[in-house]
Nanobody, 125 residues
């Protein structure tokens, strides 16, 4: 079992920045691939960013490339999502997810076994 708790969401103006954190407990975090997903009202949950268990591989959805950065600190059992140059279309509930057993950082929602409760990000225009 892996328990995930997101934090860092909030209300920000367009062009601003936020850093989301996801603290993990339970199973060994260092062998989990980690992902960030988001869900806007009336839309399906979509992939945002992922990082492999080694931290060496990262991937992003095209709409956030150059603006968002995913990183991890295994000493703190935490994965981060630094979000810069935020746009109103980034407004959503953001979820972190864990893919155990040496996950490579999948873009596929079904690859992830454990999910946090989500944190709201609202970007005003």
């Amino acid at each position: 079992q892996v328990q995930l708790v997101e934090s860092g969401g909030g209300l920000v103006q367009a062009g601003g920045s936020l850093r989301l954190s996801c603290a993990a407990s339970g199973r060994t975090f260092s062998t989990c691939g980690m992902g960030w997903f988001r869900q806007a009202p009336g839309k399906e949950r979509e992939f945002v960013a992922a990082i492999s268990w080694t931290g060496r591989m990262t991937s992003y959805v095209d709409s956030v490339k150059g603006r968002f950065t995913i990183s991890r600190d295994n000493a703190k059992n935490t994965v981060y999502l630094q979000m810069n140059s935020l746009k109103p279309e980034d407004t959503a509930v953001y979820y972190c997810a864990a893919d155990p057993d040496y996950g490579l950082g999948s873009k596929t929602l079904l690859q992830y076994d454990y999910w946090g409760q989500g944190t709201q990000v609202t970007v005003s225009s």
